[in-house]
């Protein structure tokens, strides 16, 4: 999910591209607007791809690949809602376009909720990277509670973000959150070389299909792919908004490639002993190890704030916050207690990604530009293509059953494990 400007989001990799200026100046080339495009579709994704491909097995790297064409489609697809009115700048633009006050709503409900958990699942990888490496720290009493390690580097890292959530403006850190797509092939040459040349090798064969583990792994296949939220803003800041699909099809092969590699050699290191992040089952001490693990933490620390702004500012707005400093303050510390909360609760990393890939990343990248791109075209008079018809239904029934059979696997994985 990778943030926007404030009045949009970020997509559920969380990888940042810099906001564009809306004058002539600001406008972004093809291949600036390329990057950007595959820092928005890059993000933590990349860390449980190997697990999911252990849920699915090799015959779901087709589903896969699927995903990939439908969500590069329906990024399309919102291109062509924004042309249909120089008004649209951001997805809720697009709902409101197409269904009107309550469009407007569902989408950015979806956009905020989707936000809130990619901000948990951040605060979890957190405590579960903090965890591996330093495996010796033991848990604390806090009051009249019993804190356990890795709730405590929870906490930690709650502590750690906090301050950084608390600043109207995040340049600073948006800078720093644009350099995901570095740490993402720093993170995958790490992994590589543990394979290489620290002992671990390529020698699981792995399941040619796991049947009960396929929806958990089409869930967390649609939370890749999520970047849709920033896709107007990618858009409008383009000089040439022509080249638009061609951007689109870059970005979707790129990402589809490093996933894919990253899937592939992981479930060849580890097959079915995967665990929810590959870094997690890297071998302890080794300083390839070490690297993967810090470049995975780092990241997180420096988007957090970009993931939670919007949904502040949207909170900040509903309750007439105004330039009151302190109330913003008590608003955002409110908001990052609330996920650190639902992150001791449910500590449960791939679980929670994959809930939010199926019930929210499917939603925003299937069936909404769908559903409003059908109603748009019915609005402005858009030629009726019946292939085009077609593909959209079929991609509705798709997207409808991902939601209904990931959420409930989701929902069914936690709470087998709360138990």
């Known amino acids: 999910m990778a ?10 990799n969380t990888d940042p591209p810099p906001s564009s200026s809306s004058s002539s100046s600001g406008k972004t080339g093809f291949l600036k607007t390329c990057f950007n495009g595959v820092n928005a579709l890059s993000g933590i994704g990349l860390l449980s791809i190997p697990y999911a491909l252990s849920q699915g097995g090799w015959s779901s790297l087709s589903i896969f690949l699927a995903i990939a064409i439908i969500c590069c489609y329906t990024g399309v697809l919102l291109q062509r809602c924004m ?6 700048s951001t997805y809720p633009d697009i709902g409101a376009l197409a269904f009107g006050r309550r469009g407007r709503l569902a989408v950015a409900a979806f956009m905020y909720l989707e ?11 957190e405590g579960d990277n903090l965890h591996k490496l330093f495996p010796s720290v033991s848990g604390f009493r806090l009051g009249g509670l019993r804190v356990s390690a890795k709730q405590g580097f929870v906490l930690a890292a709650t502590l750690a973000v906090l301050p950084t959530t608390w600043f109207s403006s995040l340049g ?15 993170l995958v040459a790490a992994v590589v070389w543990v394979a290489v040349f620290d002992g671990v090798g390529f020698h699981q064969r792995g399941r040619l299909v796991h049947w009960a ?47 894919g590699f990253m899937g592939v050699i992981g479930y060849l290191m ?24 810090y470049t995975t933490l780092v990241n997180p620390l ?9 949904i502040a500012e949207a909170v900040e707005a509903a309750l007439g916050v105004g330039k009151s400093r302190l109330l913003r ?51 402005v008079g858009y030629r009726k293509r019946w292939v085009e018809t077609v593909a959209c239904v079929v991609i509705v029934v798709v997207g409808g059953a991902i939601v209904v059979l990931g959420t409930y696997s989701s929902v069914k994985q936690i709470v087998q494990r709360l138990k």
Not at 279 to 288: H, I, Q
């Open 3 to 12: 943030t926007t400007n404030t009045s949009a989001t970020v997509s559920s």
């Open 83 to 88: 042309d249909a009115s120089p008004l649209v």
């Open 115 to 125: 936000l809130y958990l990619v901000a948990v699942d951040f605060l979890i990888l």
């Open 172 to 186: 600073v850190l948006a800078y720093a959150a644009a350099c995901g797509a570095l740490a993402s092939v720093v």
């Open 213 to 259: 583990g396929l929806p958990s792994a089409v869930s967390l296949y649609s939370f890749c792919f999520s970047g849709h939220a920033v896709f107007p803003m990618i858009y409008n800041g383009m000089k040439d908004r022509k080249r638009f699909p061609m951007v689109l099809f870059i970005c979707f092969l790129v990402s589809t490639l490093s996933y």
């Open 270 to 293: 580890y097959g079915d002993a995967l665990m929810s992040q590959v870094t997690l089952n890297l071998p302890a001490g080794k300083a390839s190890s070490k690297v993967a693990i």
């Open 302 to 310: 420096t988007k957090y704030a970009l993931v939670i702004a919007p």
């Open 329 to 379: 303050v008590l608003v955002r510390t409110a908001l990052v207690v609330g996920t650190a909360v639902v992150a001791l609760a449910v500590p449960f990393f791939a679980d929670v990604v994959a809930l939010t890939g199926a019930l929210l990343s499917c939603t925003a990248t299937m069936l909404l530009p769908c559903l409003c791109y059908l109603r748009v075209r019915n609005k």
